[in-house]
Structure formats: structure tokens, C-alpha cells
């Protein structure tokens, strides 16, 4: 692993630990050249993923975009950091199972929306707002109202 302070290509591990249930393992690392510490983390990747967006142009899979875009639904709410890697594992996890090399970002969408309806309202409800474009209140409003026809409580 290459320093990302001096660039220095032969840095040691000092100590690793499997976080997230064991899907991942976060490794501590000192670079003999300069000695700055960092951190790693090493995740199993099955396949490459590609996503198909709604204008049909083709990116690779973004498990950082992904995690971003759940940060940001469930920011100031009762989620830790955490919580977010475990629910982004989970929905990385389901999408590799499907075996397609190709999956669309309508379906990734669908799947953060059903993660975050189970565990937060809020979060889901603003993670909708940009996955449906939400431009005025009454969307809110409409959507609002569809949740509570769904979900009575």
C-alpha cells in the first residue's frame, strides 16, 4: 500500500481489525519512510458493478456515492456511522447477489428506500425527495400523504 502523505510504496500494517459484522477489515498502517500514520480498509468485492442511470449512460458502481447519499438522508437523525456502513453493506450485499453485471440506479434507488422505510421515516422521506426530484411542498405534501395511506399509524 502506497503512503498517501509521501508516496512511498512499502508501508507496514500495525494492527487489523474486521469491522461492519466481518465484511470488512480496517487495517492501521505507518509508512517506514516518513512515519505518518493511516488507516485502510479492505472490503470483498464479488464483481464489478455497473449502473445503468435514468439517461442510460453506464458508470461503475460507487459504494461511496452510495454511502453518501444514505449520510446525507439520515444526517441529525438517531444514526450512527455505523449504522450507515451496515445498512450500505447490506444493500451492496443484495445487489451482488443478483449476479448482473449491469444494475440500474432505479433499482439501487428502490433498494435504499425500503432499507431506510424499515428504520426511519425521515430519512426515507428526504432520501425520496431526491430520488423522486421533489421541486415544490405539495410533492412533499402528496407523498407525505401516500406514506401515512401505506403505513397508518
Known amino acids: 500500500m502506497r503512503c498517501p502523505f509521501c508516496a512511498y510504496e512499502d508501508t507496514q500494517v500495525k494492527d487489523s481489525r474486521t469491522v461492519e459484522e466481518g465484511a470488512a477489515i480496517r487495517r492501521r498502517r505507518i509508512c517506514p519512510h ?6 485502510t480498509c479492505e472490503r470483498v468485492q464479488i464483481r464489478e458493478m455497473t449502473v445503468i442511470k435514468k439517461n442510460n449512460s453506464r458508470v461503475p458502481f460507487d459504494r461511496e456515492k452510495l454511502a453518501k447519499s444514505v449520510y446525507v438522508a439520515t ?4 444514526f450512527s456511522s455505523e449504522d450507515v456502513e451496515l ?17 440500474s440506479s432505479e433499482l439501487i434507488g428502490r433498494y435504499v428506500m425500503q432499507a431506510l422505510l424499515a428504520i426511519d421515516k425521515v430519512a426515507y422521506i428526504r432520501y425520496a425527495s431526491v430520488y423522486n426530484n421533489f421541486t415544490k ?5 402528496d407523498f407525505i400523504a401516500l406514506l401515512r395511506q401505506e403505513n397508518p399509524k
Open 87 to 103: 445498512l450500505v453493506n447490506q444493500i451492496q450485499q443484495k445487489l451482488e447477489r443478483l449476479g448482473q453485471g449491469e444494475i
Open 34 to 39: 516518513c512515519h505518518a500514520r493511516f488507516t
Open 75 to 78: 444526517s441529525k437523525r438517531q
Open 137 to 141: 411542498a405539495q410533492d412533499f405534501e
